[in-house]
């Protein structure tokens, strides 16, 4: 290809992109050039933007370009109820369905001995914090329904477990094997609201 070292550069980092590979990721680049006034500085500008504000809420984990994110500034949210996700594309996932009002909690990640991430590596101890501290009811464990997902959900329930909270989990509509990010709406929204206990 002949674009220079400067468009290759370009396409090789887009092409690192979840969804987009070597193909796609030209086929973007020359979209931007060709309309770079409409498209590539707007988008160049908010790159920059978020790369110099975006952070993790103190609180639950979500991003935010502000110290907490927008659900936990929300005070309709109901903070007896905490959702306990793996990441934060599973909390959007979550939002999207527009039927969960309590709060969130990002975990940052999923037990997983084959990649070294131990109960330390997680925000388990945070979450214990926030329990005990605060006046929570209830907390969801919506993780997904992959081994890792659900060892997770049982080391978290044993250390929740004397804190007099209940303990549920997403029940109908989340196949096993299956991931929160790449549900519908009405999948997450039906799973939700047939909680059990956990």
Known sequence: MSGGSEVERLIDLMAKLPGLGPVSARRAVLTLIRKKALLMAPLAKAMADVEATVRECQICGNITTHQFCDVCRNP???QSLICVVESVA???AMERGASFKGRYFVLGGVLSALDGITPESLRI??????VTNGDVTEVILALNATIDGQTTAHYIADQLHT?????TSL????????ELNYLDDGTITAALNARKVF
């Open 76 to 78: 309709k949210r109901d």
């Open 90 to 92: 599973d909390l959007w």
């Open 125 to 130: 101890p945070l979450l214990a914090e926030q």
């Open 163 to 167: 804190s007099g909270i209940a303990l």
């Open 171 to 178: 029940a109908q509509g989340v196949p096993i094997g299956g």
